[in-house]
């Protein structure tokens, strides 16, 4: 047989002009609608966007702010959330969730992980509290939620605050609920690669307490309800209008994405199934009651290195997410209060391998995934 022509393309981790190419006449007439306006920030696409997405976690209130890392920021800020207090989080996360911690004068105390959903274990969590624990910061990796009910448990026997980092899990639910309407505010993240992505920063904080959207309100514009009137000491975290109309458009298209991504998941594990190495790889799992997003479809192996050459050499992005874990970072050194050891965490980080996954992905690209995993395995 002829080896069709997409065989020697490359295949990108992600590919956002695939996405835009099929949206196209509505991304271009939402631009052109905000500059006809004249409106730039803070305006009626914003307002609606807030509406849109608070609809659709299933939350009262939403506010639009500058990004991810700010919407987590300003949510401990919200919820009291300062100096001296400990807020437990995953040891496996990306950057900005231990940031955010530290810039509200917080101490973060990293909790290791579940093996089969890489989310905070909820043992290791109870094992975390001390008398200074104010919040839990529940990160859901990758697209799948967290042990929330273990968490509302815990958060409610020592009245703890919960502040979900959902900037890779839009969409996902759990127990039939979405994330974000969890616990007292819900972070997400517009960042271009992510499941919504806007085409340049944004992020919004989802919430049911009226207390914490005018708090983050508040502080998202220098602190002030009317203009230099400053009733405390905020930032400027605005999202703009070019932003809001672009994802407005994006969040229409949400559940179809997130359903293709969940069909492409399906779609590798039968791939690897016919290749004869899904035994060979940690595929990611499900819990019940969970409906994973697939923000990164993430697979484990020992032979992590030479599988992310072999993928790089024949043109297959790939990418280690994450290979430190935040208790390491040089940055954070002496930041955490305890050292609790991080085992699975840990060998997480060293087998940790994710795929292309985008909802333009085609069966032949997962299937020349499948093969070049394959080949890999068996020269080994
Ligand atoms: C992307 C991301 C953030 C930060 O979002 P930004 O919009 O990039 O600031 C925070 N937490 C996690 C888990 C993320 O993946």
């Not at 990418?319 to 040089?330: D, G, I, K, M, N």
């Not at 980080?349 to 093969?371: C, K, N």
Request: neutral net charge.
């Amino acid at each position: 047989m002829q080896p069709s022509l997409t065989a020697m393309l490359p295949i990108p981790l992600v590919d956002l002009r695939a996405q835009y190419q099929r949206i196209k006449p509505e991304i271009d007439a939402a631009i052109q609608r905000v500059v006809d306006s004249g409106q730039f920030i803070l305006g009626p696409e914003v307002e609606a966007l807030e509406r849109e997405l608070a609809a659709y976690c299933g939350t009262k209130y939403a506010v639009a702010v500058a990004s991810g890392t700010d919407a987590l920021e300003l949510s401990l800020r919200a919820c009291g959330i300062g100096p001296g207090d400990e807020v437990m989080t995953t040891a496996f996360s990306f950057f900005a969730t231990a940031e955010a911690i530290i810039s509200v004068g917080a101490i973060p105390i990293f909790v290791d992980i579940e093996p089969a959903t890489y989310t905070l274990d909820p043992a290791a969590l109870e094992a975390a509290i001390t008398p200074r624990t104010k919040a839990i910061l529940p990160v859901h990796l990758y697209g799948h939620p967290c042990a929330m009910t273990e968490v509302a448990r815990l958060a409610k026997t020592h009245r703890l605050t919960v502040i979900e980092d959902c900037a890779q899990a839009l969409g996902a639910t759990y127990q039939g609920r979405r994330v974000g309407s969890l616990g007292q505010a819900g972070c997400l993240s517009f960042y271009p690669s992510k499941n919504l992505g806007g085409y340049g920063d944004g992020g919004m904080v989802v919430t049911n307490d009226a207390t914490v959207a005018e708090q983050v309100r508040l502080l998202r514009t220098h602190g002030s309800r009317q203009p230099y009137h400053h009733l405390t000491v905020g930032t400027n975290s605005r999202l703009d209008e070019l932003q809001a109309a672009v994802l407005r458009v994006k969040l229409r298209h949400l559940d179809a994405w997130n359903e293709a991504r969940r069909r492409h998941a399906t779609s590798y594990g039968e791939a690897f199934r016919r290749a004869g190495i899904d035994q060979a790889l940690g595929l990611p799992q499900q819990r019940p009651g969970c409906q994973h997003v697939y923000a990164l479809y993430s697979i484990r192996s020992r032979q992590r290195e030479h599988l992310k050459q072999r993928l790089i050499m024949q043109g297959i992005g790939c990418q280690v997410a994450y290979p430190t874990l935040l208790s390491e970072q040089p940055a954070l050194a002496g930041a955490s209060r305890q050292a609790h050891p991080w085992p699975t965490a840990t060998t997480i980080a060293q087998e940790i391998l994710s795929l292309p996954l985008y909802p333009e992905l085609t069966a032949e690209m997962i299937d020349r995934v499948a093969d070049t995993l394959a080949q890999a395995i068996s020269t080994r």
